[in-house]
């Protein structure tokens, strides 16, 4: 088991272009989240996905879009660059019910100069 | 509305000392807790869960917290900090399923040789 894995690891990208930061997972679970961490500011949700084909806005979710078209892929998108988007995201993933640990993936450094 | 404190945004501890890393929260039901533990340039890791069994939890590596729901908190400890406990610690609140999610500010904790 890779357990969750996220691609790319590093990027760099200028204000206004685009990308799309993949997020897989082989445990089978239903729920998928995005989330974004800047210092002093914890983990913030962005996105997350109940199951395949829904998706839904969390707390910071401007700027973004995401699709789950299959059940083991989260992708989180970048349609117009700006430096505050510069973070480090994590994706996450989870079975349903209350109390269930997240497991997250090893981070995608986005810088936007 | 559910929020979660740390206390502390640093804690600096020498080796082989007593650790203890704060977090208070607010729910407006039965909360879910979580430690979870992030070492330089990783992925999130769970440490511990409380779920309304045991109000004192083990987690991994020789840590515990204790849910003291009069003074709602949910603080970190551990009885001799080793060199490879310094990471950064979040506390984290699940309320009301998987959308609820609010993680604290985190807390830098340097052991000192």
């Known amino acids: 088991n890779a357990g969750v894995t996220q691609t790319p690891k590093f990027r760099v990208l200028k204000t206004g272009q685009s990308m799309t930061l993949l997020c897989a997972q082989d445990?089978?679970?239903?729920?998928m989240y995005w989330y974004r961490q800047d210092p002093g500011m914890g983990l913030r949700l962005i996105h997350y996905?109940?199951?395949?084909?829904?998706?839904a806005k969390g707390e910071v979710p401007d700027g973004y879009n995401v699709s789950r078209l299959k059940k083991q892929n989260f992708l989180l998108g970048l349609e117009s660059a700006a430096p505050s988007q510069t973070s480090v995201y994590f994706c996450?993933?989870?079975?349903?019910?209350?109390?269930?640990?997240?497991?997250f993936g090893p981070g995608t450094r986005l810088t936007v100069t | 509305a559910q929020s979660v404190t740390q206390l502390d945004s640093h804690v600096s501890v020498s080796e082989g000392t007593p650790v203890l890393l704060r977090c208070n929260y607010s729910?407006?039901?039965?909360?879910?807790l979580f430690w979870y533990v992030q070492h330089p340039n990783k992925g999130l890791q769970l440490l511990l869960k409380?779920?309304?069994?045991?109000?004192l939890v083990k987690g991994i590596n020789g840590f515990e917290a204790e849910f003291k729901k009069s003074e709602t908190s949910f603080h970190l400890t551990k009885p001799s900090a080793h060199m490879s406990d310094a990471a950064e610690y979040f506390c984290?609140?699940?309320?009301?399923?998987?959308?609820?999610?609010?993680f604290g500010t985190g807390t830098k904790l340097q052991v000192i040789p």
């Open positions: 996450a993933s989870t079975v349903p019910g209350q109390a269930q640990e997240q497991y």
């Open positions: 445990m089978n679970h239903e729920y």
């Open positions: 996905s109940v199951g395949e084909g829904t998706t």
């Open positions: 729910s407006s039901y039965s909360p879910s």
């Open positions: 409380y779920t309304s069994a045991a109000t």
């Open positions: 984290v609140l699940f309320e009301g399923g998987y959308q609820k999610v609010t």
